[in-house]
């Protein structure tokens, strides 16, 4: 706030003083009975066009571009700079015998070709970044998409209202910088203002989750100051700020899980993950399972493993709210996790 203050006083003031000259110039030219209004009518117009405009060209600016490199890898950033500094050392070169050539083409051409040649070393370099940097720079993710390596790790509104992301966490497997981008914490914010109670309670669960993460987890946390980008949704413009990062989102949403694998940004799905690490049941294989229900089949009863898999037991509608013994007989896999079929056990 007291910088873009500043920013528009000083504003105001460069572009005043700059209105009141041009007025005294055009006195000059037209005549001196128009220097009263002509100075007074561009010294205000000056001031006005500053005090409103100053921020959005100095202060909010600077921060737009502060968040665009923070978002770019290491490597690139650096491999962007130095392809512009040799570029602009080839057109120094190039530009020596250039500007002998007389007139305008002796002052336009050298210009003319040191930003070409700038802007084709930095893309040149940036394109071939982790050659360039290879061995000198440790792993910022720029291979993208390597969970067990050292990435930018982006989590979505379900993945942390979810929770579970916490406890992955501090298994080890996931190592790099969790970032969580501002509009993603607008969002939640958002949820948890809302009028609805389930809503509410969710976005309290989820903002619960994010203090858990900072002061229990050993993983570095950022949160990315970055609004939305030519309208997008915040779930487009998290694969947008996935792809940038050379990062993966986390998440358990299905949808933005299959629109960001699409676009080739790669994915942990929460719910995938916790499916594929349950136990695998065989079938013959006994276990002692509660049933807690009737099925929908006659004579069904249904149960859980404390992994929360459904157990359908044959018959088991008369042992409700008893604990048994049973055979599995056969392992249904769904996309939303596993059912085991099983009978109870004889004898």
Same mark, same amino acid.
């Given at each position: 706030?007291?910088?873009?203050?500043?920013?528009?006083?000083?504003?105001?003031?460069?572009?005043?003083?700059?209105?009141?000259?041009? +007025?005294?110039?055009?006195?000059?030219?037209? #005549?001196?009975?128009?220097?009263?209004?002509?100075?007074?009518?561009?010294?205000?117009?000056?001031?006005?066009? #500053?005090?409103?405009?100053? /921020?959005?060209?100095?202060?909010?600016?600077?921060?737009?571009?502060?968040?665009?490199?923070?978002?770019?890898?290491?490597?690139?950033?650096?491999?962007?700079?130095?392809?512009?500094?040799?570029?602009?050392?080839?057109?120094?070169?190039?530009?020596?015998?250039?500007?002998?050539?007389?007139?305008?083409?002796?002052?336009?051409?050298?210009?003319?070709?040191?930003?070409?040649?700038?802007?084709?070393?930095?893309?040149?370099?940036?394109?071939?970044?982790?050659?360039?940097?290879?061995?000198?720079?440790?792993?910022? #993710?720029?291979?993208?998409?390597?969970?067990?390596?050292?990435?930018?790790?982006?989590?979505?509104?379900?993945?942390?209202?979810?929770?579970?992301?916490?406890?992955?966490?501090?298994?080890?497997?996931?190592?790099?910088?969790?970032?969580?981008?501002?509009?993603?914490?607008?969002?939640?914010?958002?949820?948890?203002?809302?009028?609805?109670?389930?809503?509410?309670?969710?976005?309290?669960?989820?903002?619960?989750?994010?203090?858990?993460?900072?002061?229990?987890?050993?993983?570095?946390?950022?949160?990315?100051?970055?609004?939305?980008?030519?309208?997008?949704?915040?779930?487009?413009?998290?694969?947008?700020?996935?792809?940038?990062?050379?990062?993966?989102?986390?998440?358990?949403?299905?949808?933005?899980?299959?629109?960001?694998?699409?676009?080739?940004?790669?994915?942990?799905?929460?719910?995938?993950?916790?499916?594929?690490?349950?136990?695998?049941?065989?079938?013959?294989?006994?276990?002692?399972?509660?049933?807690?229900?009737?099925?929908?089949? /006659?004579?069904?009863?249904? +149960?859980?493993?404390?992994?929360?898999?459904?157990?359908?037991?044959? +018959?088991?509608?008369?042992?409700?709210?008893?604990?048994?013994?049973?055979?599995?007989?056969?392992?249904?896999?769904?996309?939303?996790?596993?059912?085991?079929?099983?009978?109870?056990?004889?004898?």
């Amino acid at each position: 706030m007291v910088a873009e203050i500043v920013a528009r006083l000083v504003g105001g003031a460069i572009l005043a003083t700059g209105g009141w000259r041009l +007025g005294e110039y055009i006195s000059e030219v037209w #005549g001196p009975e128009l220097y009263v209004p002509w100075v007074l009518g561009l010294t205000a117009l000056g001031l006005a066009i #500053g005090l409103a405009a100053a /921020p959005y060209l100095s202060v909010r600016l600077a921060r737009n571009l502060v968040s665009q490199i923070e978002s770019v890898p290491t490597s690139r950033l650096l491999s962007t700079i130095l392809g512009g500094v040799l570029g602009l050392l080839v057109a120094l070169l190039l530009s020596i015998p250039l500007s002998r050539i007389p007139g305008w083409l002796g002052l336009g051409l050298p210009v003319a070709l040191s930003v070409l040649l700038a802007y084709i070393g930095a893309y040149l370099l940036s394109r071939g970044e982790r050659d360039v940097f290879a061995g000198v720079l440790p792993d910022d #993710g720029a291979g993208g998409g390597g969970k067990g390596g050292t990435d930018n790790i982006l989590l979505d509104t379900s993945a942390i209202i979810d929770g579970r992301i916490a406890d992955i966490t501090q298994t080890g497997f996931l190592r790099g910088t969790i970032v969580i981008p501002s509009f993603i914490l607008d969002e939640l914010r958002h949820i948890a203002d809302s009028s609805d109670s389930l809503r509410r309670a969710r976005g309290r669960r989820g903002l619960e989750m994010l203090n858990k993460l900072r002061q229990e987890t050993e993983i570095p946390i950022r949160v990315l100051d970055i609004s939305y980008h030519n309208g997008l949704e915040v779930d487009s413009r998290l694969v947008e700020v996935a792809k940038e990062m050379n990062g993966f989102i986390v998440t358990t949403d299905y949808n933005l899980n299959r629109v960001a694998q699409i676009q080739g940004v790669p994915v942990l799905n929460v719910n995938e993950l916790s499916n594929a690490l349950k136990p695998v049941v065989l079938p013959g294989e006994g276990m002692t399972v509660r049933v807690i229900q009737e099925g929908k089949e /006659p004579g069904q009863g249904v +149960g859980f493993l404390d992994d929360g898999t459904m157990v359908v037991v044959e +018959g088991g509608s008369r042992f409700v709210n008893r604990d048994m013994d049973v055979l599995v007989t056969r392992m249904l896999q769904t996309a939303t996790g596993s059912i085991v079929f099983a009978q109870p056990k004889r004898g």
